[in-house]
């Protein structure tokens, strides 16, 4: 690609590229001046600036973390947009995509004054397609006039520019309306397809080829390294740099893209597509339709229902339970069947789609949009055909039985309508529509994966995110990311002061989880630090299980008014716990990490126990026993890190600003009593430390720093 001319500060006119990053973060540079009071200086932000450069400019690979507080963003923003190339910042959550697009990037703009041409890519099932949306009308049991639902999707895909769904606020995240019409790889025709040019997906890459920086997910980054080079699936421009942000998160969302997977959901929208355009054609119907036709169009159907009676017989001899703790839950594939029933489905679910494939070819002749259908039918074998290869030493597959639920419609727009269980329900509008059965092989490690699609290219890549080393530093993260010797690395404390600002409570006369007497214990203990606060809490769980029996229980102690995590949708929850100064939060997995609630609202974190990963997980499993395997020792080498990394994340939610001041309570008797315990220990920040509730007592009545100890 044509390489950008450096955008550079206005201070530093054609001044080095190094020196205009130290000026911009100065105390009277232009970030100081776009800020003005609230501009504080952070040496640690200008330090990681400043490594980021050097290792875009040196096409170097860097591995740096950076606490809570540094203000990361900015230092990848500013030396990217100082960088003269594209660069890609990919992140995990959809909370820091915002962050960066409407906070930072505008920022930085302001700072520079100038703009930094920058775009953010979702993946493509975030984006309307036309031409599915004009099938589905045509094909639609009720018409969009006595469909409200339907036709506000249709009014506003006539006036949005984006095609985003993020513009819709009453569609859910897993409406079965946009999977109707919404893009994705496997769905677009490209040139051939006769709304291309007004295409939004297409719309977006051209925007996109012109753009410096681009703003994606790690899903996004991986799906499309994934794919080949020349691959019409491939969405992103040609890049020169990228930044993973939450790189923490990266191994298992990039390992999901190296792998193959079927599910049942992927067979149901070959099938509605296919139907719809055989009726589109006129070819739906028997009547009318020539001998030939007709005879395709049975065997057609044949076909269709011997794949979907397979995948019930499938789902049925996977078993496990449809509904509570558990269900859905994966299980390798080798365990859940036998070879002989493997072997047998494999063939019989092959034949079935080979039909499928051959009566779309027979019918599509001349037909873009059945040879489409035709190409995606053979995409399915070829996955399922990997997924079936099995368990090797550098994969596992596993098989993800469906959870029963039933998803009723969506909210008719502009209604308000919100339906909500009652207590100790879901509400509505969390209910996701399960992918139904799924089936997976997935790598084991990506170390090599990333040396040979990633790292091979040659360019700079920079891996950062508050939490990525261990006690013992990054060696476990730089085998697990496959780095080379000569990979940069640094380590930023945050500028908060923990020792000051924090206390880290874990009691030592608590029964160890899974002894008797456990439960009650910890119920106990977290009653009492939630009197001693006052509420302004978040309640950390490592399971749904959990987290509902201590919602339950704290209930019937009378703390009714509680916020639990599937009762109401994430951002509700986070509103009203910043909002209401006493609030108690329950949650579990997702809200471990990207909780951010500054100031008051927040001051006590409890987390029930060391959240190490659940160890019947087929890739966990797997990974387990190759380390073992290879006369490792799984538990220090690889248990033990991932756990310290996400307990370290848990422990972030409380400091989230100089003024913050607040408890963290590990009540896991195993950090004093195990030898391991010293290791998590290591990698927290160092504050302030009780064992007992009386020198909790004594902390908290401490006198609270005045603002101008701040
Ligand atoms: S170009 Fe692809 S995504 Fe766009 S409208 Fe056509 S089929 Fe849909």
Not at 269 to 275: E, I, K, N, V, Y
Not at 341 to 359: F, H, K, N, S, T
Not at 381 to 388: F, H, P
Request: proline share 6%; net charge neutral.
């Amino acid at each position: 690609m044509d390489r950008n001319p450096a955008v550079e500060p206005d201070d530093v006119p054609g001044g080095d590229a190094r020196e205009a990053v130290r000026r911009f973060f100065a105390p009277d540079g232009p970030l100081a001046r776009a800020l003005g009071p609230s501009f504080e200086p952070r040496p640690e932000q200008r330090v990681m600036a400043e490594a980021v450069l050097a290792a875009l400019q040196t096409d170097h690979l860097a591995l740096i973390e950076a606490g809570t507080g540094t203000g990361k963003s900015l230092a990848y923003l500013v030396p990217a947009a100082l960088y003269d190339g594209r660069t890609v910042i990919s992140t995990f959550t959809r909370h820091l995509q915002d962050q960066l697009a409407t906070k930072d990037v505008p920022l930085v703009e302001r700072a520079l004054g100038r703009p930094l041409e920058a775009i953010v890519m979702k993946g493509m099932a975030n984006y309307l397609c036309r031409r599915r949306l004009d099938a589905y009308l045509r094909s639609a049991a009720v018409p969009a006039e006595h469909d409200p639902r339907l036709a506000a999707l249709l009014a506003w895909s006539r006036e949005t520019q984006t095609g985003d769904r993020a513009e819709l606020p009453w569609l859910r995240d897993d409406d079965p309306l946009w999977r109707e019409v919404q893009s994705g790889a496997d769905v677009r025709l490209g040139s051939r397809c006769p709304h291309f040019d007004h295409c939004f997906v297409t719309q977006l890459r051209r925007r996109a080829a012109k753009a410096r920086l681009i703003i994606v997910n790690h899903h996004l980054f991986f799906a499309d390294l994934a794919v080949p080079d020349e691959s019409p699936s491939r969405v992103l421009p040609a890049w020169d740099a990228v930044v993973f942000d939450e790189a923490h998160e990266l191994e298992d969302a990039a390992a999901g893209f190296f792998g193959a997977r079927v599910s049942s959901r992927r067979v149901e929208l070959l099938r509605a597509d296919a139907a719809r355009r055989l009726q589109s054609l006129g070819l739906g119907g028997r009547s009318g339709t020539s001998g030939d036709r007709r005879a395709a169009l049975d065997r057609l159907d044949e076909a269709v229902r011997d794949v979907g009676r397979l995948g019930e017989r499938l789902a049925e001899l996977a078993g496990g339970p449809a509904e509570g703790e558990g269900a859905g839950r994966r299980a390798p594939l080798g365990e859940a069947l036998t070879a002989e029933e493997i072997g047998a489905l494999y063939r019989a679910a092959d034949d079935a789609l080979e039909r499928v494939e051959r009566q779309l070819r027979t019918l599509g002749e001349g037909d873009d949009e059945l040879a489409l259908l035709a190409v995606r039918c053979a995409a399915l074998r070829n996955d399922l055909a990997e997924v079936m290869e099995g368990d090797d030493e550098a994969h596992v597959t596993w098989i993800e039985p469906p959870r029963a639920r039933s998803l009723p419609p969506g909210p008719v727009p502009g209604s308000g309508r919100r339906k909500r269980r009652g207590r100790g329900g879901a509400a509505e509008e969390e209910v996701r529509l399960p992918p139904g059965l799924v089936l997976g092989r997935t790598p084991l490690d990506i170390a090599s994966l990333l040396q040979e699609r990633l790292y091979a290219r040659g360019g700079p890549v920079v891996f950062t995110s508050a939490t990525l080393a261990d006690h013992r530093g990054f060696g476990f993260v730089r085998r697990r990311f496959g780095l080379p010797a000569d990979a940069l690395e640094l380590r930023l404390a945050s500028p908060f002061d923990f020792e000051r600002q924090a206390l880290l409570y874990v009691p030592d006369d608590l029964p160890e989880p899974g002894e008797s007497g456990y439960r009650e214990a910890l119920l106990a203990r977290t009653a009492a630090l939630l009197e001693q606060t006052g509420g302004g809490a978040l309640l950390l769980y490592t399971s749904f299980r959990n987290q509902r029996w201590m919602a339950e229980a704290l209930r019937a102690l009378g703390w009714e008014d509680l916020l639990v995590q599937g009762e109401a949708p994430r951002h509700v929850l986070l509103e009203r716990l910043r909002a209401e100064r006493d609030a108690v939060l329950l949650a579990t997995a997702s809200f471990w990490q990207g909780v951010d609630v500054a100031g008051d609202a927040l001051r006590l974190v409890v987390i029930d126990k060391l959240p190490f990963d659940v160890p019947d997980d087929p890739l966990v499993r797997a990974r387990i026993e190759r380390i073992r395997r290879q006369g490792g020792q799984p538990f220090g080498e690889y248990q033990v890190p991932v756990a310290t990394l996400a307990l370290r994340q848990g422990f972030g939610r409380l400091i989230r600003s100089r003024r913050d001041r607040g408890i963290v309570a590990i009540l896991d008797v195993r950090l004093h009593r195990r030898r391991y315990g010293r290791a998590f220990l290591e990698a927290l920040p160092k504050c302030a430390e009780a064992r007992t509730l009386e020198q909790v007592d004594t902390w908290w009545r401490g006198t609270p720093p005045g603002r101008d100890e701040v």
